[in-house]
């Protein structure tokens, strides 16, 4: 999947959704981002499976609600819903970002797998702490933390540069450590993009 693709599709459906009929702050964004985070956390300590289906916020269509979508939910897509936040706020602002030195999933995935050698892989296991999901979900805070803080000081300099790395890094931590749970990034991604689409208006109408 290209890195503009994920971008594309993630701020159109948000879009169409009402989730730019107002501005958003970066810190109600970054705000946002934890979310999902936590979301995933939960998941984890509740021993949820890594994807189910589920009828907790299911889609419900037809004449006489004959029509029923589950709900993808699980920790894998906790960590995609946070892919697709951060894909919908750089199409906002118009940022085109890239996995390392790859415009696509699959060349970081060919590049973490085929050209890094074992001590690099393991380096960045042991840094990222990929090995327990909580201490990788407590790095991912911190990176979103640090994403909010690169926003206001752009606020003043005009330079977003720091900003759009940080969350490039975290999108390419996101797909390696999938590569490391042994899930298919793009796969989830596809899966919860098209239930996205078919969600109501504000999904609801949910506030933020």
Same mark, same amino acid.
């Given at each position: 999947?290209?890195?503009?693709?994920?971008?594309?599709?993630?701020?159109?459906?948000?879009? *169409?959704?009402? =989730?730019?009929? $107002?501005?958003? !702050?970066?810190?109600?964004?970054?705000?946002?981002?934890?979310?999902?985070? !936590?979301?995933?956390? /939960?998941?984890?300590?509740?021993?949820?499976?890594?994807?189910?289906? *589920?009828? @907790?916020?299911?889609?419900?269509?037809?004449?006489?609600?004959? @029509?029923?979508?589950?709900?993808?939910?699980?920790?894998?897509?906790?960590?995609?819903?946070?892919?697709? %936040?951060?894909?919908?706020?750089?199409?906002?602002?118009? =940022?085109?970002? %890239?996995?390392?030195?790859?415009?696509?999933?699959?060349?970081?995935?060919?590049? =973490? $797998?085929?050209?890094?050698?074992?001590?690099?892989?393991e380096f960045i296991?042991?840094?990222?702490?990929?090995?327990?999901?909580?201490?990788?979900? @407590?790095?991912l805070h911190t990176?979103? !933390?640090?994403?909010?803080?690169?926003?206001?000081?752009?606020?003043?300099?005009?330079?977003? *540069?720091?900003?759009?790395?940080?969350?490039?890094?975290?999108?390419? !931590?996101?797909?390696?450590?999938?590569?490391? %749970?042994? =899930? @298919?990034?793009?796969?989830?991604?596809?899966? $919860?993009?098209t239930f996205n /689409?078919?969600?109501?208006? %504000?999904?609801?109408?949910?506030?933020?």
């Amino acid at each position: 999947m290209q890195a503009s693709d994920l971008i594309k599709r993630s701020f159109e459906t948000a879009k *169409s959704k009402g =989730w730019h009929d $107002k501005e958003r !702050s970066p810190a109600v964004i970054a705000a946002l981002f934890h979310s999902e985070v !936590s979301e995933f956390v /939960e998941d984890v300590r509740a021993g949820k499976p890594d994807f189910y289906e *589920s009828e @907790d916020g299911a889609i419900v269509r037809g004449e006489h609600g004959e @029509d029923v979508i589950l709900k993808p939910s699980g920790q894998a897509i906790e960590l995609i819903d946070l892919a697709i %936040r951060i894909g919908d706020f750089c199409g906002k602002n118009g =940022w085109l970002l %890239r996995f390392g030195q790859h415009d696509t999933t699959e060349g970081l995935i060919g590049m =973490w $797998k085929d050209e890094s050698s074992e001590e690099t892989r393991e380096f960045i296991m042991r840094h990222q702490n990929f090995d327990d999901p909580i201490e990788f979900a @407590d790095n991912l805070h911190t990176d979103i !933390s640090t994403f909010s803080k690169e926003m206001r000081i752009a606020a003043f300099y005009g330079d977003v *540069s720091h900003a759009q790395a940080r969350l490039t890094h975290i999108l390419e !931590s996101l797909i390696v450590y999938f590569v490391y %749970r042994g =899930w @298919d990034f793009d796969a989830m991604f596809a899966t $919860k993009s098209t239930f996205n /689409e078919l969600r109501p208006y %504000r999904h609801g109408g949910k506030s933020a």
